[in-house]
C-alpha cells in the first residue's frame, strides 16, 4: 500500500480481540433470529435502510428508501423490500446472485439507534405481497427478500459522536450541489446548466416513473 510507511496492521482475530476486549454479555445476548414485536413496530415506522451486500467483485451498500413501513414483513423470520426506479446499476441485487448474504441497517431520523438485520436474501420478481408495495402508484418490479439470520438493535453512540440528527450541526451548504458534484466528477455531455435542472424541483417528480 502506498505511504503506509509506519502502519501496524491487525492480521488475526485474536490480535483484533486482543485489542478491542471482549463484549460485554449484554452486547452478545441481544442477537436474535426472529421479529420481536418492538422489531416490527420499528420496520413499520423506518423510511430508510441501507443495504450491503458483498460479490466476486467487492462489496457494496446502497440506500433504500419509501414511506415508513416500506419494508413487507412476510412473517417473524422474513421481510422484503421493494426496489424502486433508479440508476439501474443494481450492484447490490448483482452481488446478491452470488452470495446471498446481506446487511441491513435500519434508521429513523431523531433517533440515534439503528435496527441491524444479517440475513440471507434473494431476488423476487412477483409475489403476491407485491400489491402492498404500492407507493402513488408504482408496483414495483423486483424485490430484496430477505431471510433473518440475525437481529438486534445497536447503541446510539455513533449519531451522539456525530451529532447527525442535530440541526444546529447541519451544513449542506458546505459542499457545492449535486450537479456541480457530478459534473466535476463524471465525464458528462450535459452542461452544468442542464444538470441542474434535471437535479432541480423536476426530480422529485420522477422518484416512481418507471
Not at 64 to 79: A, E, M, N, R, Y
Not at 154 to 167: G, N, Q, V
Amino acid at each position: 500500500m502506498p505511504g503506509d510507511s509506519g502502519y501496524v496492521e491487525v492480521t488475526s482475530r485474536a490480535e483484533l480481540r486482543e485489542l478491542v476486549g471482549e463484549p460485554m454479555p449484554r452486547a452478545l445476548a441481544k442477537e436474535r433470529a426472529v421479529l420481536h414485536e418492538m422489531d416490527r413496530r420499528w420496520l413499520a415506522t423506518s423510511p430508510f435502510c441501507l443495504v450491503a451486500t458483498a460479490g466476486p467483485d467487492g462489496c457494496d451498500v446502497s440506500p433504500k428508501g419509501d414511506p415508513p413501513g416500506f419494508t413487507h414483513v412476510l412473517d417473524d423470520s422474513t421481510i422484503a423490500i421493494p426496489d424502486r426506479p433508479g440508476n439501474r446499476r443494481v450492484d447490490g441485487f448483482a452481488n446478491v446472485l452470488d452470495n446471498p448474504h446481506v446487511g441491513l441497517l435500519y434508521m429513523i431520523p431523531g433517533r440515534g439507534e439503528t435496527l441491524r438485520v444479517n440475513g440471507r436474501g434473494r431476488l423476487v420478481r412477483e409475489a403476491p405481497f407485491f400489491d402492498a408495495m404500492v407507493v402513488k402508484g408504482h408496483r414495483p418490479r423486483l424485490a430484496l427478500l430477505v431471510e433473518i439470520d440475525q437481529i438486534f438493535f445497536h447503541c446510539a453512540k455513533a449519531f451522539m459522536r456525530s451529532s447527525l440528527w442535530s440541526p444546529e450541526t447541519w451544513n449542506p451548504g458546505a459542499l457545492p450541489s449535486h450537479a456541480t458534484i457530478v459534473k466535476a466528477v463524471q465525464a458528462t455531455q450535459e452542461s452544468l446548466e442542464e444538470l441542474e435542472r434535471y437535479y432541480g424541483a423536476q426530480y422529485a417528480a420522477k422518484l416512481y416513473a418507471g
